[in-house]
């Protein structure tokens, strides 16, 4: 399986984003793709996860009401809108794939595989 990161870039508080990670595999079949992000100097954390059949979400506390996570099975992308953007949203963007527990998916060491992340940047 190989994840491609993109749509990040440097916006003013407030606004909005949406990220793509663009799924390369036979199958995605059996797969649950995260969301991850890493500020500097703190570990990567938990955003968002959904499973490709069934498209169950969970998200993490302080993405609840600001960011939605989807996917498109036929682009086979998963978006995550970001909005009301905060300068503690300032982060590297991660995407993963796991076939890990579903209970245990804001874990990163369930991803098995990982995009290249791309930078998000909000300025106050």
């Known amino acids: 399986v190989q994840l491609q990161a993109s749509g990040g870039g440097l916006v003013q508080t407030g606004a909005s984003l949406r990220l793509s990670c663009a799924v390369s595999?036979?199958?995605?079949?059996?797969?649950?793709i995260g969301w991850f992000r890493q500020a500097p100097g703190k570990e990567r954390e938990f955003v968002a996860v959904?499973?490709?059949?069934?498209?169950?979400?969970f998200y993490s506390d302080f993405a609840k009401g600001r960011f939605t996570i989807s996917r498109d099975k036929v682009e086979k992308t998963v978006y995550l809108q970001m909005t009301s953007l905060k300068p503690e949203d300032t982060a590297v963007y991660y995407c993963?794939?796991?076939?890990?527990?579903?209970?245990?998916?804001?874990?990163?060491?369930?991803?098995?595989?990982w995009g290249q992340g791309t930078q998000v940047t909000v300025s106050s």
């Open positions: 993963g794939a796991s076939r890990g527990v579903w209970s245990s998916l804001d874990d990163q060491k369930m991803y098995l595989y």
């Open positions: 595999a036979h199958s995605a079949s059996g797969y649950a």
């Open positions: 959904i499973r490709w059949n069934g498209g169950n979400l």
